[in-house]
């Protein structure tokens, strides 16, 4: 009985050395600054000044009082909404295709991957060329097709700069949730693609009968990584609008590291980063448990 236990003991030891390295760097990394950041919303700080300012829930108070902090907070909430009703059907649509067309696609699928392998800086320039309206790329199309009565300041136009930059972005992580869900239909075991062929069902009707809603736990996992990953995005944002113009694109991101760092206003940049992580870890649960009580 002491032999076992002391085994038991041991082998948790093991487990535990074995994890220490990891759980010390999330400590570090992850944990620590979610703590300092809740800390220096306290405190009114520059970022680079010894002494801190306390002003207790001061900095909580203003970002209630925060006009454009609730507009970039609708911007997200925009931002979520479409980004799963652009990204998700086209997604599944192209994994459809791609899985249909078996090995023969297989050069295809390296070939719509690119975009998510490009580096969001590098998107971010090359489409605020594209978008210049007087030389850019569709700028150029429009004109040959004789409907530049269409174009217009696509970056400029607070009416239509946060679609123009959505798109951009939509472009990009499309690869991405293509290649979930093209691993998701390969999980769909082949004798019910054949027992519905045999059945008489067409391409369309095995589609809608059966490997949709067997991808529907896939497609729930999506949506989830989708709403988190639009509540703290920032890259495109920030290389193509920074925020403007009249912050028509700003997100709580690009709002956050434009107070603490380049406003170096650290206490409030802190305040809203502290909002941030409270929102979307929120909105994460909600959503987890949503779709687990779907699924129950």
């Known amino acids: 009985m002491q032999r076992d236990k002391a085994s038991k003991l041991m082998q948790n030891l093991g ?27 306290m405190y009114e700080w520059d970022g680079v000044s010894p002494r801190k300012l306390y002003l207790g829930f001061k900095n909580w108070i203003d970002l209630i009082h925060d006009s454009i902090f609730w507009h970039a907070f609708g911007n997200n909430i925009k931002f979520i909404f479409l980004s799963i009703i652009i990204e998700m059907p086209i997604a599944i649509l192209i994994a459809v295709m791609l899985d249909r067309g078996g090995k023969k696609f297989d050069a295809f699928k390296s070939l719509f991957y690119l975009p998510m392998l490009m580096s969001s800086v590098a998107i971010g320039v090359l489409f605020k060329y594209i978008y210049d309206p007087s030389f850019g790329l569709l700028a150029g199309i429009l004109n040959f097709l004789h409907l530049d009565f269409l174009n217009q300041d696509w970056l400029g136009d607070p009416n239509v700069a946060f679609y123009s930059v959505v798109a951009v972005i939509c472009w990009q992580y499309i690869p991405f949730y293509m290649i979930f869900f093209i691993a998701a239909i390969s999980n769909i075991p082949h004798e019910l693609y054949e027992a519905a062929r045999i059945d008489g069902a067409t391409q369309g009707q095995y589609f809608w009968k059966i490997e949709l809603p067997l991808l529907a736990p896939s497609i729930k996992t999506a949506c989830i990584l989708s709403l988190i990953g639009s509540l703290k995005y920032f890259d495109l944002i920030y290389v193509m609008t920074e925020g403007g113009p009249s912050n028509a694109t700003e997100l709580m991101a690009t709002y956050m590291y434009k107070n603490a760092f380049a406003s170096f206003k650290m206490g409030y940049g802190s305040t809203i980063a502290s909002a941030m992580f409270i929102i979307i870890t929120t909105a994460g649960i909600l959503a987890y448990f949503a779709t687990k009580k779907k699924e129950a």
Do not use: E, K, Q, T
């Open 15 to 41: 487990i535990l050395l074995f994890l220490a390295p990891a759980l010390i760097l999330i400590g570090v990394y992850i944990i620590w600054p979610i703590i300092m950041s809740f800390d220096l919303s």
